[in-house]
């Protein structure tokens, strides 16, 4: 059987723009449909992402270790410090699950479909810098005539449905290669 290329799927906008509410929808639609899905979040906040205090493997990294991994239960938990991968390390460390799908959620100057969030006027420009855009979500109903992609309401279960849609066809491509 020959190993296929997850199709991978960015999610991307300025902080508070629904980022992370699409990429829970769309992951929920996706299992729900069959696709195995796995995603990677970019925590761009500043700083690093909290980790549980008082576990073992909290204790486990502060003590020194590289990563610490936890599963039980059917759960695994990778926890690594003093650890800056890409993005793409990142995927290839991700593809070990041999997912469909890779939601991605921020790196918005990568170069992979995506979704745009647009939360206010001030987002905008982001039309102009992000590169395969395949559909915009707006906040705003003046937002909506700004692009030249299909457009949703960030409200509207049409904005899931035609990115599920669309990222499905774009699975089936991928099968269709192997």
Excluded at 120 to 129: G, I, T
Aim: hydrophobic letters at 35%; proline letters at 3%; glycine letters at 6%.
């Amino acid at each position: 059987m020959a190993l296929v290329k997850p199709f991978i799927f960015q999610v991307v906008g300025y902080q508070n723009s629904g980022k992370t509410t699409i990429s829970t929808k769309l992951i929920k639609n996706l299992t729900d449909r069959g696709t195995k899905t796995v995603s990677i979040k970019h925590h761009g906040h500043g700083g690093k992402p909290a980790i549980p205090e008082k576990k073992d493997s909290s204790r486990h990294l502060v003590s020194g270790a590289l990563a610490s991994l936890v599963e039980g239960g059917g759960r695994m938990i990778l926890q690594a410090d003093h650890l800056s991968l890409s993005l793409e390390e990142q995927i290839e460390l991700i593809n070990f699950f041999q997912p469909d799908v890779i939601i991605i959620e921020g790196y918005k100057y990568k170069d992979y479909h995506k979704l745009l969030l647009l939360r206010n006027k001030e987002d905008l420009p982001l039309l102009d810098v992000t590169a395969n855009i395949c559909a915009v979500g707006y906040w705003l109903e003046e937002l909506n005539n700004e692009s030249l992609y299909p457009s949703f309401s960030i409200k509207d279960d049409a904005l899931i449905h035609w990115t599920t849609e669309f990222i499905l066809k774009n699975v089936h491509k991928n099968d269709e290669k192997s």
